[in-house]
């Protein structure tokens, strides 16, 4: 199985902080990672796939980088509507696509 | 717009089986260029992959869940199905169907699920 850690698990910002959330996988996935916003009692929506390509209607605000085990989201600018939980997801593997334990980005 | 909605009992007793449906609206499930998923989240958890069918039947399953799972496609009806047997409360959990071509997009809104006697 291809683990997928998240950190920090939530994190503190004010509107207008630059905000960068980390996931490393256990081992190579190439570019084959995924970024996904979810706002309490909705589902998950996609920000970011192929590690950096924006997803349509996607603000700009949010940029991903990364290639082999480590991965970065970053939000440039944190605005209120952006408080959510981001969760990362690896689709190298197709047999078994998992999953990082998510990042709670919550009003300082 | 593609638009995919949960539906099924919301409290499951345990040994009993999970049934859900996901009915997709706004493009055919015959399309050749995706699968159809299903993930699931316990209250206050992360995401959990179960499972995904291509529209020919061919599917990929948990290898943690794969003993207890059915995944099955309906084209006449748009619509593809999870089946998830001898359900104890650690199954308890919203279970959203999606869209995947390495990545998942769109989602339903889910659908919580109780396990409870």
């Known amino acids: 199985d291809i683990q997928m850690t998240q950190s920090p698990s939530s994190l503190s910002a004010s509107v207008g902080d630059r905000v960068t959330i980390s996931c490393r996988a256990s081992q190579s996935i190439s570019r084959y990672l995924n970024w996904y916003q979810q706002k309490p009692g909705k589902a998950p929506k996609l920000l970011i796939y192929l590690a950096s390509s924006l997803q349509k209607g996607a603000p700009s605000r949010f940029s991903g980088s990364g290639s082999g085990t480590d991965f970065t989201l970053t939000i440039s600018s944190l605005q209120p509507e952006d408080f959510a939980t981001y969760f990362c997801?690896?689709?190298?593997?197709?047999?078994?696509?998992?999953f990082g334990g998510g990042t709670k980005v919550e009003i300082k | 717009q593609l638009q995919l909605q949960e539906s099924g009992p919301g409290l499951v007793r345990p040994s009993e089986t999970l049934s859900l449906t996901c009915t997709v609206s706004?493009?055919?499930?015959?399309?050749?260029?995706?699968?159809w998923a299903w993930t699931r989240q316990p209250p206050g958890k992360g995401l959990e992959w179960i499972g995904s069918?291509?529209?020919?039947?061919?599917?990929y399953y948990s290898p943690s869940l794969k003993s207890r799972i059915s995944i099955s496609v309906d084209t006449s009806k748009n619509q593809f199905s999870l089946k998830l047997a001898s359900v104890t409360a650690a199954d308890t959990a919203v279970y959203y169907c999606?869209?995947?071509?390495?990545?998942?997009?769109?989602w339903g809104q889910g659908t919580l699920v109780t396990v409870s006697s």
């Open positions: 999606a869209r995947y071509s390495n990545r998942f997009d769109p």
């Open positions: 706004g493009d055919s499930i015959n399309s050749s260029s995706y699968y």
């Open positions: 069918i291509y529209y020919s039947g061919g599917t």
């Open positions: 997801q690896q689709s190298y593997s197709t047999l078994l696509l998992t």
